[in-house]
């Protein structure tokens, strides 16, 4: 945990600077904007109970005497239900929501924001009601009073009075480390806010050894007897608490006890951690009755705990100047805090600390509003020295004592003031030491104190070391791009460049030759100037990307990609105020065929815009109209085809052709007749085959006909071969499927009836009659 | 009286209570559930405005330390959560049953993902990056840096801050509204891997960027990822749907950068607050499928004039086919509109491919003739579009040939055959007469 908060805090926080020179800033406007911001947020709820207060508060102004208030609510019963209601919902609320406007109120009080007024009259009711109460329970009380330390409401004193009797019943039958808290809290905010009560402990010792009976030898305390886990949070709870028995105490506390709490405190800080930065905090490892508790909320209990000790002890407790000075860099090196209940704490653990009252420990914050100079803009340097809440410090002056160079160990010793502006009230440094260039450096401050008495007031942590990038723009010069032959390095073309500036330079050059792209970087002061990013980059057509960091070993690795190149540079560096990238031109590379064992191109990412998007539409080609003759010469050949037919006609009529011998009796008459009618019959059938659409004309028409038809001529077929035909009628027929279209053969039997095989199918259609009819015919002896 | 009508109560309750837990479903594909792993606690203060976002949207947040031994995004075969959020770069093993299998089968079976990594970025998470096709920087102590479009800081001088603007052109992705100031980052790059062609860049570094240690010199070797190459911020959709968002940034999602001014070098434009919350926002809401979700319903197709499906087409017919497609706006399906829907006849290849023509509400309709070649057809939607869920639908169809009447009949070419045949027929009548019968 305690390792991957600091991973994450050196990550987040101070990425930028080395662990040593981490830069605090003190409490600022951000952080009035995210308290407005977050405490609006928690008043979502903290507005919605407001509200059910507000009707309460109503209640309350029509009744001021609870009890005539509970006789009428007696009486009148529909405004008792209403009453009871809101009684309950307030109830449930305003434990959590006391504790809430309390976080909110305080957190604006420290940071100086005028926010109450509109809370004023709701919270007040909220408190009265709480006093007022019976029910409640220390807790309660405790909320209630912390709020009203902070809203001074118009209370009776007879409230206070109750609430005394409560509290200190409950004091009486406290046993876990909370109640005490509660208790004693609630008691000290009381005497604090009205003198009229008289409020002390006689018993001040005793209370004092139990809750002192649950700390632990290393300074932590635990909750209750029963739980054996310690926590750093819970030791804030009870010095909070024992410091409080001691402003109760009448007469005053044994001086040994006081003692013993003190090296209990030393205890406790010997348990801090520290980050690399010099933070120092307290972790917790503890989770139990109160939940996970982040090392912020449990720092906040400590420093609230050592805060409440040092204000009623007159004794020096001898608190580790650079512990203090820590906690206070690890306050602010949170930064913002997400969340409204870190935020309060983080804010009153800085007012704590900015207002801790032992002479020595008020720790101040050496910042600098930038730390990124430019010399060429002529910025100055500025420090500002404040108290962690941002409040100036009083008169003192800073020294530029040391300036390292980034990275090294090589410091130059200078001993210069800053002068101090009264108007920004910032120490400048007006000009910066000569040997001073562009780059990174690491400046050490410390602080003086004008007065030497001051000198124990605060805790400056000694020397403050600040890394400071100093920036400019750096002169570039003598910039040209030359062809050199490979043998002999003679020039075979030079060109100039104008850099940074529009360039257009069109060279070629082939696997023989070498390209040199040169150019010269000055400092503002004159000096050389080495950049951390320089890079001269090779973009072929089929946009594969060669960078090269080298200038004088060049073309090597081309993949054996002749063609056109774009060159483009990228100079650039964390100091100089002019970095740059842009294209030279090209270059016509005219390189040797690949190898067969060379690298190919590595393959380039697709483009994922092309992935995507419709694709070319495509059409379907039809196949051309087989290529017809004019309509014309089909009917010549027409024509010329009925010509036989009407020279045959022509012939008989010139051979006077005659059916004179036609039959006279009437039988003859009548078998020639049926014969002729018969041919006729089968010649019609093929032109009307021909002629009727066949859509209309159900084709089992034309095997029925012709089976009508041999069966009318040639007698039932006996044969197996008959059956055959059949067979091959109606595999035809399935086959073209043109039967289906009328008849929808459902059954095909085949069965034997004394000596002859039937083949019948049966089913359904337009044509079933004359199928079964055609079909019954074929009856086959076996 | 009362007793059963309670007891009926509490049979609709429990009879409610699954559609009330059911989350991620086919009707509703927005998530709910989202399990958020964490380095260190103090995230959910210092990132609390992602978190709170995410909360008002009505995403339910499970916080978990990362090395909690109690995480399990599986129960019983189910899983509980619907997206994961890791926030844990520095984390070498999950708590837990959790590891990178576990993860990745996570959205393997279509659940969401994001991954912020920064400098201190362990090998679990490398891991899980490289799985989505997403290779950081293998240096450990690499970070991106630009000294031409970093934000300007009066107490930050090294450039790692870096203020990009080079989006993924996507509104579905992003938002409608165009994100105007930059987004600041600080962390490290990465590059998609080329054989992954799910991944894309949301958010690319600028050209001059390059992945090195500030702090010490560059060697003689290039270094391994720079200018564009350099991925800030990248997506994948998987073919199942699965989101996955991973970002080199931490930092990204952290209340401080939401909130702090930024001013791109060189530029003037000085905007004050990032373009960080919109980022994170719009595309979380694209990560848990609040965007870009699709739908395809009622595929029809008829022959032109009629309304009935056919069982089979003839070569030749003129067909209308129809799709209606809606999009999942994160509380409703509402028509999706776009102009590159296509369907495609299909067998083998496409043998027609066309653009659907819509009419704003939805449907999506075209007509075409079928072509000259009968077989077993496919109609296919194949609908990828950047952001989208893809659409891949098909319904066969066969196309058979004419029938033998089907074809043209009296063709006027042929009329010398048939002349010839009846003239045949006619004259072999008059024959067999004349010749029976003459005297």
């Keep these: 945990m305690a390792r991957y908060l600091r991973l994450l805090l050196l990550a987040v926080l101070v990425l930028a600077a080395s662990c040593e020179s981490a830069v605090f800033s003190p409490v600022s406007e951000s952080h009035r904007s995210a308290a407005l911001e977050l405490f609006s947020l928690a008043d979502g709820s903290y507005g919605r109970t407001a509200l059910v207060q507000y009707s309460i508060a109503c209640l309350l102004c029509i009744f001021p005497d609870t009890d005539h208030y509970s006789t009428l609510l007696a009486k009148t019963i529909p405004l008792n239900i209403c009453g009871l209601t809101l009684l309950a919902i307030s109830l449930c609320c305003t434990i959590s929501s006391l504790e809430e406007t309390y976080e909110a109120l305080k957190t604006f009080k420290v940071l100086g924001i005028e926010k109450k007024h509109d809370i004023t009259t709701s919270s007040c009711a909220s408190v009265a009601h709480t006093l007022k109460s019976t029910s409640s329970a220390s807790k309660d009380y405790f909320q209630a009073l912390r709020v009203n330390s902070i809203l001074k409401c118009d209370l009776n004193s007879e409230a206070f009075r109750g609430t005394e009797s409560k509290l200190k019943g409950s004091l009486n039958g406290a046993n876990s480390l909370i109640d005490f808290y509660y208790s004693i809290g609630g008691l000290v905010l009381l005497k604090e806010q009205t003198p009229e009560v008289d409020v002390h402990l006689g018993d001040a010792d005793r209370i004092f050894r139990s809750i002192k009976a649950l700390g632990q030898s290393d300074g932590r305390w635990r909750l209750n007897s029963n739980n054996p886990e310690s926590s750093n949070n819970a030791a804030g709870i009870a010095l909070e608490a024992l410091a409080g028995v001691i402003s109760l105490a009448t007469p005053q506390i044994d001086n040994s006890l006081i003692t013993t709490l003190k090296n209990d405190l030393l205890k406790l800080f010997d348990g801090i951690e520290r980050y690399d930065d010099g933070t120092y905090y307290f972790d917790e490892k503890h989770v139990g009755a109160l939940g996970h508790q982040s090392p912020i909320s449990a720092s906040a209990s400590v420093v609230r705990g050592i805060t409440a000790v040092a204000a009623v002890t007159s004794e020096n407790l001898n608190l580790p100047g650079d512990k203090i000075l820590g906690l206070a860099k690890f306050f602010l090196g949170v930064g913002i805090p997400g969340s409204a209940q870190d935020l309060y704490h983080q804010i009153d653990a800085l007012s704590c600390l900015e207002n801790i009252r032992q002479v020595e420990s008020t720790p101040l914050i050496l910042s600098l509003p930038a730390t990124v100079i430019s010399v060429t803009k002529k910025d100055q340097l500025k420090v500002r020295v404040s108290t962690v809440l941002g409040s100036p410090a009083r008169t003192l002056s800073v020294r530029l004592m040391q300036i390292f160079v980034s990275g090294s160990k090589d410091a130059s010793v200078i001993d210069q003031k800053l002068k101090f502006n009264a108007v920004s009230g910032m120490h400048v440094l007006e000009t910066l030491p000569k040997n001073i260039d562009v780059g990174s450096y690491v400046f050490s401050f410390e602080i003086i104190f004008d007065n030497p008495e001051h000198k124990k007031a605060y805790v400056t942590g000694g020397r403050t070391r600040v890394l400071v990038d100093i920036t400019g723009v750096i002169k570039i010069g003598n910039a040209e791009i030359v062809i050199l032959d490979g043998d002999h390095g003679s020039i075979e073309t030079q060109k100039k460049l104008t850099l940074p500036g529009g360039n257009d330079v069109a060279l070629s050059a082939n696997h023989l030759q070498k390209l040199r792209l040169s150019f010269d970087l000055t400092t503002p002061s004159g000096n050389a100037f080495n950049p951390h990013q320089a890079f001269l980059k090779l973009r072929h057509e089929s946009e594969v990307d060669h960078i090269f960091l080298d200038f004088l070993g060049l073309v090597e690795k081309f993949f054996y990609l002749s063609g056109r190149y774009d060159i483009q540079l990228t100079v650039g560096d964390s100091d100089m105020e002019n970095s740059f990238l842009q294209p030279l031109g090209y270059v016509e590379l005219d390189l040797p065929d690949a190898p067969e064992k060379a690298a190919r191109p590595p393959p380039q990412p697709v483009d994922p815009y092309s992935r995507y998007g419709p694709k070319p539409e495509i059409a379907h080609i039809f196949r051309d109209p087989e290529k017809r003759p004019a309509k014309e010469l089909s009917l010549v050949f027409l024509g010329l085809v009925l010509i036989p037919f009407f020279g045959f006609l022509a012939g008989l009529v010139q051979l006077r052709a005659n059916l004179k011998n036609f039959p006279k009796a009437t039988v003859p008459s009548t078998f020639a007749l049926l014969f002729h009618l018969g041919i006729a019959a089968v010649l019609a059938l093929y032109a009307l085959f021909w002629l009727k659409d066949q859509s209309q004309l159900c084709l089992t028409h034309f095997p029925c006909t012709c089976i009508l038809l041999l069966t009318f001529l040639f007698g039932p077929i006996y044969h197996t071969e008959g059956t055959r035909l059949i067979g091959n009628v109606l595999d035809v027929c399935w086959a073209q499927d043109t039967i289906s279209s009328c008849i929808h053969f459902v059954q095909v039997k085949i069965y034997v009836k004394g000596p002859i095989l039937i083949l019948r199918v049966s089913g359904t259609g337009s044509c079933l009659k004359r199928a079964q009819f055609a079909i019954w015919f074929y009856r086959v002896r076996v | ?439």
């Design chain 2, 1 to 439: 009286m009362a007793a059963p009508k309670f007891a009926f109560l509490l049979l609709n309750l429990i009879s409610i209570l699954p559609l009330l837990v059911s989350s991620f479903s086919v009707d509703r594909p927005t998530d709910r559930r989202i399990l958020v792993l964490l380095d260190d606690l103090s995230l959910k203060s210092s990132h609390s405005l992602f978190f709170s976002s995410l909360k008002s949207r009505g995403f339910d947040l499970d916080f978990k330390l990362a090395d909690d031994p109690a995480i399990a995004v599986k129960r019983y075969g189910q899983y509980m959560y619907d997206g994961l959020i890791l926030l844990s770069p520095s984390t070498e093993r999950f708590g837990g049953s959790l590891d990178v299998e576990g993860v990745l089968d996570f959205v393997d079976s279509g659940h969401d993902l994001i991954v912020a990594a920064d400098a201190n970025a362990s090998d679990l998470i490398r891991n899980i990056a490289a799985e989505c096709g997403v290779d950081f920087d293998e240096d450990p102590s690499a970070v991106v840096v630009d000294h031409s479009s970093y934000a300007v800081s009066e107490t930050e001088g090294d450039h790692t801050l870096i203020a990009a603007d080079d989006f993924i052109q996507s509104d579905v992705i992003l938002g409608n509204k165009k994100i105007e100031a930059p987004v600041l980052f600080k962390g490290i790059g990465h590059s998609l891997n080329p054989a992954n062609s799910m991944v894309l860049k949301a958010l690319s570094a600028s050209p001059s960027s390059y992945s090195t240690n500030p702090s010490s010199k560059l060697s003689s070797q290039p270094p391994s990822l720079y200018g564009t190459a350099i991925s800030l911020v990248s997506v994948v959709q998987a073919r199942n749907a699965a989101r996955i968002m991973i970002s080199g940034s931490l930092d990204m999602f952290s209340n401080r950068l939401f909130r702090a001014g930024v001013q791109k070098s060189g530029s003037l434009n000085k905007y004050e607050k990032s373009g960080n919350e919109q980022f994170i926002t719009e595309l979380s809401k694209w990560i848990f499928h609040e965007r870009g979700h699709l739908k395809a319903v009622n595929l029809r197709h008829n022959k032109v004039g009629e309304s009935e499906e056919p069982s089979m087409y003839r070569i030749n017919d003129d067909l209308e086919f129809s799709v209606e497609i809606f999009e999942w706006s994160g509380s409703s399906w509402v028509p999706h509109v776009s102009k590159d829907v296509q369907v495609q006849f299909y067998m083998m290849s496409p043998y027609v491919l066309k653009t659907l023509s819509t009419n704003g509400k939805g449907l999506y309709h075209t007509s075409f003739k079928v072509p000259d070649v009968y077989g077993v057809f496919q109609f296919k939607v194949e609908y990828q579009k950047l952001g989208y869920t893809s659409l891949s639908l098909s319904k066969q169809i066969p196309v058979r040939p004419f029938k033998h009447n089907e074809y043209e009949r009296f063709i006027t070419t042929a009329f010398p055959y048939y002349g010839a045949s009846f003239s045949m027929m006619a004259g072999f009548f008059i024959f067999s007469g004349v010749y029976l019968y003459n005297k």
